[in-house]
């Protein structure tokens, strides 16, 4: 069993669960598994104050064992994820995605994809051993820049190259990373953008603002007369959409409607979509009205993607946003979602409200409740008791679920009735507060 990864890396509060003694330890033990397979290590980060403290560490650990290192610098997730593949290498992304600044976490890619849960077993074993390793002096490597942010703008750029729409845009790239490369795509198409909280200063990632903080962005499309606004995270792997209105378009509408222009441009292998088992009914009959299969994982992307890779599916995602197309990318990567969907509305001529007004969204509430202990919680028989009162009712769907990288477990129903499936919700949490204030 796991200790230090969870469902997307290594995640923690800063100098309390992610120290710097335990990011030098990750570089020095990716050094050691990966050195000889790959001649170097490449290091990218957030826009969180703690990510160059990490970078340094990282660093440090792996060229005393012998691995040459080269810095990133500021770039989205999938933009290590894209260079990794590229220079056939590996990288370690120091970013806790959508949370705080308070947080902060590692993500280990290899060749453009995340490690499987057997080399995270390997890694934490080297880890958690007792000594550290170092390479003779001799062989003590170097740490230098790697100018490679600029492949990969270039790379999106040859993609989407005549994205000519007259429509008023309003960004939020949440004071991530994001902001580190936008402007530098959006420039090459002939659109009409204003993005905001581009002004990072290591604290205000995610606060009040991007994909977690729809509010802000929503305000300023109805005072500001905006067609519509796109969402991303801290690390730019996940992105949403707002409508003219300023309601929120999540993941499942957004692969919805993706999905069905790809089927039109036989771009659709399998004729399928994978998404989890947190997705919408509204989003599977909309997929069965246009003859497209739907394939549910477990939470958690890397679960998508293994699916995917495992079937050769296109394109698969979650409700938040993290959407992979395989064809374009090899993670979950927001600009990269941001570009098909406006692909998408050049390509059925429909604004976003005419496009997801034809999705049919059930009523679904998620509750996230904070816990001292989630593995003890969900272990207590009177959780069990409680959820087989609910497994079996047609037309209802529960799922109950400890966080992956967080002290909190989630609480999700959903069904026809508003009403029934708020109080179920709501019933779960009180027994969760209840059991977590007796340990």
Known sequence: MKRLFGTDGIRGIVNEELTVELAMRVGNAVARLYNGKYDRLLIAMDTRNSGKMFEIAIASGAVAAGMKVESCGVIPTPSLAYLTKKEKTVGIMISASHNPSTYNGLKVLCEGFKIPDEEEVDLENIILSEN??????????????NGGKDKYIEYVKSIYKNLNLNYKIAIDVGNGAAGSVIESILNNL???????????????????????????LSDKIKKGNYDFGILFDGDADRCLFLDSKGNLVDGDKLMAINAFKLKKQNRLSENTVVATIMSNLGFEEYLKEH??????????DKYVLQRMI????????????????MDRST??????????????MKFFEKTIDELICEIPSYPQLL?????????????????????????????LKLVLRPS????????????????????????????????????
Do not use: W
């Open 404 to 439: 992956g990288t967080e002290h909190k477990i989630r609480v999700m129903a959903e069904g026809k009735d508003a009403e029934r499936v708020n109080s179920i919700v709501y019933e779960f949490v009180e027994l969760i507060e209840l059991i977590d204030k007796e340990y």
């Open 367 to 395: 509750k996230n409740v904070s816990v001292k202990n989630k593995k003890d919680v969900m272990k207590d028989e009177r959780i069990e008791k409680l959820k087989e009162k609910y497994e079996n009712i047609s037309g």
């Open 310 to 325: 495992d079937n050769n599916f296109t394109i698969g995602g979650e409700q938040s946003g993290h959407i992979i197309f």
């Open 132 to 145: 550290m390793e170092y390479a003779p002096y001799g062989d003590v490597e170097e740490f230098i820049i």
């Open 190 to 216: 002939n659109l009409n953008y204003t993005v905001f909280n581009n002004e990072p200063d290591g604290f205000n990632i995610n606060q009040n603002c991007g994909s977690t903080a729809p509010d802000f």
């Open 291 to 300: 003859g497209i299969n739907l394939v549910r994982t477990g939470v958690g």
């Open 331 to 344: 993670t979950g990567d927001g600009l990269i979602t941001a570009l098909e969907t406006l692909d998408t």
